[in-house]
């Protein structure tokens, strides 16, 4: 569900950038009161995780479409909505800049669909409620399906309202929500079963991960190595091996604009769009999760290109240039994730305690 910078206007991704800004803005404030060296490398290591669990999209029965883990809700159970947030703002601001996963007109965008309306609404108003009553493993199976399809539908149709505003004539608002819905809420389900596995697991090994979460309490000095060596292993299989059997049908996003305007990517305009564009070309040295092409002077040979499909169409798609994506990816969100903590950190230390 990652927009490019197509299917937006700019004063829609000025809007959508500022409205992002305050809310991390926001987080950042709030997270100062829980912020501790606890906390940093499990930012780092979520924000890790997560990368390299949207590098695999699983395949949707009987749609020809597939979704990816959000992971916005994940991040809110495990960090707290407010270091949720800034996590998975790292998480997108890494794949748009180094990978163009994104457009960069469209980060506020996406930041706000992935991660506001999990960690702000679905988190808070679904997935708390139903777990106050105490935490079994029904009900964390029970609040992290419905939280993830509640928070992936309005994530949905936050696209479908922003390619309205931005007055995109080739996706009309109808027949663009009727398809962008359903979709999203097979992903949703999917999701869910993650989010809930996932959960469970840490639930196991460290339930008071969960609970300071949920309070907004510091970890303090709880031992969490069990949990960060896990969360850093998966992140590691999913980026590095797992990614080659990522599904190669068209996203829930693109698969919805197929069969409503009949392509899969809109023209972008020039101007802002086109240096933007420009920008990510230089910034992203993994394209698509992959080693650049080279460029070529003459047109290859029938057969040549005739392998070279062939060889695109493999599944699994093994590939040195996508694990070499997944693990300097995961790496990079890890270390800007953790910086992004280990900044909040630095200001709690310097602002002066105004109540003694």
Same mark, same amino acid.
């Given at each position: 569900?990652?927009? =490019?910078?197509?299917?937006?206007?700019?004063?829609?991704?000025?809007?959508?950038?500022?409205?992002?800004?305050?809310?991390?803005?926001?987080?950042?404030?709030? #997270?100062?009161?829980?912020?501790?060296?606890?906390?940093?490398?499990?930012?780092?290591?979520?924000?890790?995780? /997560?990368?390299?669990?949207?590098? /695999?999209?699983?395949? &949707?029965?009987?749609?020809?479409?597939?979704?990816?883990?959000?992971?916005?809700?994940?991040?809110?159970?495990?960090?707290?909505?407010?270091?949720?947030?800034?996590?998975?703002?790292?998480?997108?601001?890494?794949?748009?800049?180094?990978?163009?996963?994104?457009?960069?007109?469209?980060?506020?965008?996406?930041?706000?669909?992935?991660?506001? +309306?999990?960690?702000?609404?679905?988190?808070?108003?679904?997935?708390?409620? &139903?777990?106050?009553?105490?935490?079994?493993?029904?009900?964390?199976?029970?609040?992290?399906?419905?939280?993830? &399809?509640?928070?992936?539908?309005?994530?949905?149709?936050?696209?479908?309202?922003?390619?309205?505003?931005?007055?995109?004539?080739?996706?009309?608002?109808?027949?663009?929500?009727?398809?962008?819905?359903?979709?999203?809420?097979?992903?949703?389900?999917?999701?869910?079963? #993650?989010?809930?596995? #996932?959960?469970? +697991?840490?639930?196991?090994?460290?339930?008071?991960? &969960?609970?300071?979460?949920?309070?907004?309490?510091?970890?303090?000095?709880?031992?969490?190595?069990?949990?960060?060596?896990?969360?850093?292993?998966?992140? #590691?299989?999913?980026?590095?091996?797992?990614?080659?059997?990522?599904?190669?049908?068209?996203?829930?996003?693109?698969?919805?604009?197929?069969?409503?305007?009949?392509?899969?990517?809109?023209?972008?305009?020039?101007?802002?769009?086109?240096?933007?564009?420009?920008?990510?070309?230089?910034?992203?040295?993994?394209?698509?999760?992959?080693?650049?092409?080279?460029?070529?002077?003459?047109?290859?040979?029938?057969?040549?290109?005739?392998?070279?499909?062939?060889?695109?169409?493999?599944?699994?798609?093994?590939?040195?240039?996508?694990?070499?994506?997944?693990?300097?990816?995961?790496?990079?969100?890890?270390?800007?994730?953790?910086?992004?903590?280990?900044?909040?950190?630095?200001?709690?230390?310097?602002?002066?305690?105004?109540? =003694?």
């Amino acid at each position: 569900m990652h927009m =490019a910078d197509a299917l937006i206007s700019p004063v829609v991704g000025g809007t959508m950038w500022a409205a992002t800004a305050g809310a991390a803005a926001y987080s950042i404030k709030k #997270v100062k009161n829980e912020m501790d060296e606890n906390k940093i490398p499990l930012m780092g290591v979520m924000g890790a995780f /997560i990368f390299a669990a949207q590098m /695999i999209n699983f395949t &949707i029965p009987g749609t020809g479409s597939s979704g990816h883990l959000g992971g916005g809700l994940l991040l809110a159970i495990l960090l707290g909505p407010y270091a949720g947030f800034l996590t998975m703002a790292a998480v997108l601001t890494i794949q748009a800049l180094f990978f163009a996963d994104g457009g960069l007109l469209a980060l506020g965008c996406n930041i706000f669909n992935l991660g506001f +309306f999990s960690c702000f609404i679905a988190y808070p108003l679904i997935y708390k409620l &139903i777990i106050a009553k105490g935490y079994t493993r029904k009900r964390i199976w029970g609040a992290g399906m419905l939280s993830a &399809i509640i928070g992936l539908q309005l994530g949905a149709f936050g696209v479908v309202l922003e390619t309205l505003l931005s007055g995109k004539t080739e996706l009309p608002f109808g027949t663009f929500v009727a398809l962008m819905q359903p979709i999203h809420l097979a992903i949703g389900v999917v999701e869910g079963l #993650v989010v809930a596995a #996932v959960v469970s +697991f840490v639930w196991k090994q460290r339930p008071e991960i &969960i609970e300071k979460a949920a309070l907004g309490q510091p970890m303090g000095s709880l031992s969490i190595k069990k949990v960060l060596t896990g969360l850093a292993i998966a992140a #590691v299989l999913f980026g590095g091996i797992f990614s080659w059997f990522a599904s190669a049908n068209p996203d829930g996003l693109e698969w919805s604009m197929f069969r409503t305007a009949g392509v899969e990517e809109l023209e972008a305009p020039d101007g802002i769009h086109e240096t933007l564009a420009k920008l990510q070309e230089k910034t992203a040295f993994l394209p698509d999760y992959g080693f650049k092409a080279p460029e070529t002077a003459s047109e290859p040979a029938a057969k040549d290109g005739e392998a070279a499909a062939e060889e695109s169409e493999a599944w699994p798609a093994v590939s040195g240039g996508t694990s070499t994506a997944g693990i300097v990816g995961g790496v990079l969100t890890l270390a800007f994730a953790a910086l992004i903590g280990f900044a909040v950190s630095l200001v709690k230390k310097k602002k002066p305690d105004l109540t =003694a």
